[in-house]
């Protein structure tokens, strides 16, 4: 497979401009925290690289339905990953849900 120069700046560039976006709409979609996670937040962005953030909203969905909540909304335009506790479960599995670990180390959270 050949190598692409610049298309990491690249990708990095477009995740970021799709983070600021996404962050602009956190408050009207009920969200009370977010943290930006994965290869974003770890400086370590690939071609492949999608945007992950893990949020915290009080929902009724399975946890497996909730993403579909904020993809349906916010339609995003680069590969996104959402990652969606409410608050009690946030709370439950801080010290032990690797997710959460990962997300909590890389970044700080943002308050809406």
């Known amino acids: 497979m050949p190598m692409v120069f610049g298309f990491s700046k690249h990708r990095r560039e477009l995740l970021e ?12 979609l009920g ?8 290869d974003l ?11 992950e953030l893990l949020v915290i ?17 916010l339609r995003p335009r680069v590969g996104t990953r959402f990652l969606v506790y409410t608050p009690a479960e946030f ?12 997300a909590t180390a890389l970044s700080d959270a943002i308050d809406v």
């Open 17 to 28: 401009a799709e983070f600021l976006r996404i962050a602009g709409e956190m408050r009207l």
């Open 57 to 73: 909203k009080e929902m009724d969905e399975p946890y497996q339905r909730r993403a579909d909540f904020f993809s349906t909304h």
């Open 91 to 102: 709370e439950r599995f801080e010290e032990r849900d690797p997710h959460i670990r990962r």
């Open 41 to 51: 937040a770890a400086d370590a962005v690939t071609a492949e690289s999608e945007l």
């Open 31 to 38: 969200v009370e925290r977010f943290w930006l996670t994965g």
